[in-house]
């Protein structure tokens, strides 16, 4: 029984309803000796209180997009069939467009919040590449099946999770094709396919979408065998010109790096509530090692790199959470690398799916902006506006980005 399935989540509603009645109907009537009397009562309590803390937690899991299966779970689900010492490329010296086509199967997505979401597929991608055999999750946008659109390609961007977090949760908990459509239709945002890979790869452990020989090959996994796969099923722009990543929490901290150390693969990033140092994450593989640490921190990528990556970045963040490393990095950038810092007050919100959902639709116009694709946008004024006082805004305009700093600073 799947972890986010309707009949998991009914089941537990069901024994719920029965633990609370047993106490009621029984208590009283229960027969025997004192002490198994006494056993039978706790066991009934114990029950009361196990079926109410697992469907508590089912809950919040299908709202927030946590794990998604038993095996994130409990920390036995493991996507890595070999990690291969791939280079500095992260290709092992193959060339990756002469690889043959490969078509993949999409079923529709099941799942907490897919049926919401909508047109959202899915497939089992086996990287040949990367070695990693997980999912990957593509939701095409309106005017891709219309016939005026036949011979278009259409830009990408790569939506990575928190941790822990499922890829659907882009779907689900923050519902970003379903904000994002009805302003495709309008040609207010660009038409983009959305593609969310799985990036939790290894039992109980942050990947930092590193390569590690031996371990995991995770940044190949999502740079490579994730966008091969794209370009060999469906009308996609090529990289770098029509390519974009974007995460929040630990995956904001991987949208950055994957940007910054390929900016041959990715013309932008939008980071969301991220970090710089991997040890912003506990669990980080990368944090564990100091010369792999240093070596993923984007801060330090740009510092020491040897001529600054064409790359554009969007970070959002709150005083404690983003903010500072999104400045640091504007502090560190020189042309071309381009960093828009976008300050969200405490007052909109802590580190949850509420902050990010009203994210998306500013965070998607900016992309449009950058990748170029300005036959399908509108002016993008007031992206960050200088004013008003954002004094009686809601969260979620503070949240957005709508509301001006100095406001919400009068605010909290």
């Not at 919040?113 to 040949?128: D, E, F, I, N, S």
């Not at 984007?298 to 064409?310: D, I, N, T």
């Not at 909109?348 to 998306?360: I, K, S």
Request: hydrophobic content about 45%; some cysteine.
């Amino acid at each position: 029984m799947s972890l986010t399935g309707t009949a998991f989540l009914y089941t537990l509603i069901v024994l719920a309803a029965v633990a609370v009645a047993l106490p009621l109907l029984l208590w009283s009537r229960l027969r025997g000796p004192r002490v198994l009397r006494a056993v039978a009562r706790v066991v009934m309590l114990l029950f009361a209180q196990g079926t109410a803390v697992a469907l508590v937690f089912v809950l919040v899991n299908n709202a927030n997009n946590l794990y998604d299966t038993w095996g994130d779970l409990l920390g036995t689900g493991d996507h890595v069939q070999q990690a291969a010492d791939l280079g500095a490329d992260g290709t092992g010296g193959i060339s990756v467009n002469r690889l043959p086509k490969v078509r993949q199967q999409f079923t529709r997505a099941q799942g907490a919040g897919m049926r919401q979401a909508g047109g959202v597929r899915v497939t089992q991608l086996q990287g040949r590449v990367s070695g990693v055999n997980a999912e990957v999750y593509v939701w095409l946008p309106p005017q891709y099946d219309r016939p005026a659109y036949r011979h278009h390609r259409f830009p990408v961007v790569e939506l990575l999770p928190g941790y822990p977090g499922s890829p659907k949760s882009w779907f689900g908990s923050l519902r970003a094709n379903n904000q994002l459509a009805p302003l495709m239709r309008e040609g207010k945002v660009a038409p983009f396919i959305l593609v969310a890979p799985r990036t939790t790869l290894l039992p109980g452990i942050d990947t930092g979408c590193a390569n590690v020989p031996g371990t995991v090959d995770a940044d190949s996994w999502l740079s490579v065998d994730v966008p091969k796969m794209v370009m060999d099923n469906f009308r996609a722009l090529p990289a770098p010109k029509g390519w974009a990543v974007a995460g929040y929490s630990a995956g904001a901290h991987c949208a950055v790096k994957l940007a910054v150390a390929h900016p041959d693969r990715y013309r932008a990033a939008v980071s969301l509530s991220g970090y710089n140092d991997p040890i912003g994450e506990r669990d980080s593989l990368t944090a564990q090692d100091p010369a792999l640490r240093r070596s993923t921190d984007p801060y330090l990528m740009l510092a020491r790199a040897a001529a600054p990556p064409a790359v554009a970045l969007y970070l959002s963040g709150q005083p404690g959470d983003g903010y500072q490393a999104a400045l640091a990095l504007q502090r560190e950038a020189k042309a071309p690398t381009a960093v828009h810092v976008v300050y969200i007050p405490k007052s909109a919100g802590g580190h949850t799916m509420a902050l990010w959902r009203p994210q998306v639709i500013p965070a998607f116009r900016w992309l449009t902006t950058q990748l170029d694709q300005h036959r399908a946008t509108t002016p993008l004024k007031g992206l960050t506006p200088p004013v008003p006082s954002s004094a009686g805004s809601t969260r979620e305009a503070l949240a957005s980005g709508t509301a001006s700093r100095a406001g919400a600073v009068r605010r909290r």
